[in-house]
């Protein structure tokens, strides 16, 4: 039971993060934040995916 509710939630999870931005605002806020912020993780979307593919129950 648990292990199926993980994996639905890092299902959700994937496809909100794979949702493409629906207007030019939305990637410029995401960019400005990374300024903002001074992280500057442009590629902040793809190394979180990269984060999430490799999540197993032990990292719990």
Known sequence: AIRASLVSQVTTLRKLKECEDSHLGEEVERNWN???????LFDRLAREMVALNSLSRSDL
Do not use: G
Request: charged fraction near 15%; proline fraction near 0%; aromatic fraction near 14%.
């Open 34 to 40: 990374e300024v903002m912020t001074q992280q500057y």
